[in-house]
């Protein structure tokens, strides 16, 4: 089991910026590729970023290309959304996931994720 909390999550102003984080706690963290997922209301749950168990791969959605940046730090059992230049699009709430996949993998859809947490808000106003 990974249990997974995710926090930094808030009202910004378009423009701004947002670092989320994900900690993880549970089985070995450090195996487990990353992912970071969006629902707005009304809409179904999107891919956002992911990231390999080692940080050398990440992928992105291409909405938030160029504006987001997914790192992680296996020693802190963390892993982060940077997010600049915010737009209103952007809001929804924010997952994190978690697969085991010790061959440094990246997954772009949210049935190949194991763990899930609970989410946390992010709104851009306009």
């Known amino acids: 089991q990974v249990q997974l909390v995710e926090s930094g999550g808030g009202l910004v102003q378009a423009g701004g910026s947002l670092r989320l984080s994900c900690a993880a706690s549970?089985?070995?963290?450090?195996?487990?590729?990353m992912g970071w997922f969006r629902q707005a209301p009304g809409k179904e749950r999107e891919f956002v970023s992911a990231?390999?168990?080692?940080?050398?791969?990440?992928i992105y959605a291409d909405s938030v290309k160029g504006r987001f940046t997914c790192s992680r730090d296996n020693a802190e059992n963390t892993v982060y959304l940077q997010m600049n230049t915010l737009k209103p699009e952007d809001t929804a709430v924010y997952y994190c996931?978690?697969?085991?996949?010790?061959?440094?993998?990246?997954?772009?859809?949210?049935?190949?994720?194991?763990?899930w947490g609970q989410g946390t808000q992010v709104t851009v106003s306009s």
């Open positions: 996931a978690a697969v085991w996949s010790p061959a440094a993998g990246t997954y772009r859809r949210d049935y190949e994720y194991d763990y």
């Open positions: 990231i390999s168990w080692t940080g050398g791969s990440t």
């Open positions: 549970g089985r070995t963290f450090s195996r487990h590729a």
